[in-house]
């Protein structure tokens, strides 16, 4: 079975600064994907970055970026320069592949910006 | 590419009625897709994974009466909640994972639905 966990349901950041949300996962699989998805008020589930645990550099997207931890099963996001638009509710998300590919899901954090 | 659209956006229905709900890889064949539901201020929760041509694998607890789950083709998959009552509203989202070779691993989500029961 795979689990992940997110510790905080909320979080704030000013505009203009860097916030970073946790999430730690467990799964007994050596080859993995990790995802952050935003969720805005219109309820589209948004991709905002993937991370192949192959691969030890961390995924970065724009003001997007990730602190991947194999070892410590971590696996947080950093945005930086945050903006109104950055909003939303974030889920962290794990893939170990198999025959189907399902994506489970952290019960998710709640982003505010505060102009 | 990799667009995923739901329909319809929004379904209120009465006690007792049928809805359907569909959804349709736009550019993409979908070797399978996936169905989630999730509650106000809550993360998704699978209710059913099917796969093009063959039965849908319901996960535990989700009633595969009920949620009736049909993948006829590559491009669309339908999820029909019977006999439907209050506790059945819920916003209802797809996502569909891409059968070209690349594995990225990534799903890729419709724009969800939100049915109310009366």
């Known amino acids: 079975a795979q689990t992940v966990t997110q510790s905080q349901p909320e979080m704030s950041v000013q505009e203009a600064e860097t916030v970073t949300l946790s999430c730690t996962y467990d799964?007994?699989?050596?080859?993995?994907?990790l995802f952050w998805y935003k969720q805005p008020p219109s309820r589209q589930m948004i991709l905002v970055i993937r991370?192949?645990?192959?691969?030890?550099q961390n995924a970065t997207e724009n003001r997007f970026s990730v602190n991947f931890q194999k070892a410590a099963k971590s696996f947080s996001l950093k945005i930086s320069d945050s903006q109104l638009g950055d909003a939303a509710m974030y889920f962290c998300?794990?893939?170990?592949?198999?025959?189907?590919?399902?994506?489970?899901f952290g019960k998710g954090t709640l982003l505010t910006v505060n102009p | 590419g990799a667009v995923v659209s739901q329909h319809p956006s929004r379904v209120i229905c009465k006690s007792g009625t049928s809805v359907k709900i569909e959804c349709r890889s736009l550019?993409?064949?979908?070797?399978?897709m996936f169905w989630y539901r999730q509650f106000p201020k809550q993360s998704l929760m699978l209710m059913a994974t099917?796969?093009?041509?063959?039965?849908?694998?319901?996960e535990q607890g989700v009633e595969k009466d009920k949620f009736l789950i049909n993948h006829a083709s590559l491009t669309l998959s339908t999820l029909t909640v019977t006999s439907a009552h209050p506790e059945d509203s819920s916003f209802y989202i797809c996502?569909?994972?891409?059968?070209?070779?690349?594995?990225?691993?990534?799903?890729?989500f419709g724009e969800g639905s939100r049915l109310t029961v009366l």
């Open positions: 996502s569909a994972r891409a059968g070209w070779g690349l594995n990225t691993g990534e799903l890729f």
């Open positions: 799964t007994s699989e050596s080859d993995y994907y």
């Open positions: 991370q192949e645990a192959y691969k030890q």
């Open positions: 998300a794990l893939n170990s592949g198999g025959s189907n590919y399902k994506l489970t």
């Open positions: 550019d993409f064949q979908a070797t399978t």
């Open positions: 099917s796969n093009e041509g063959s039965k849908a694998t319901y």
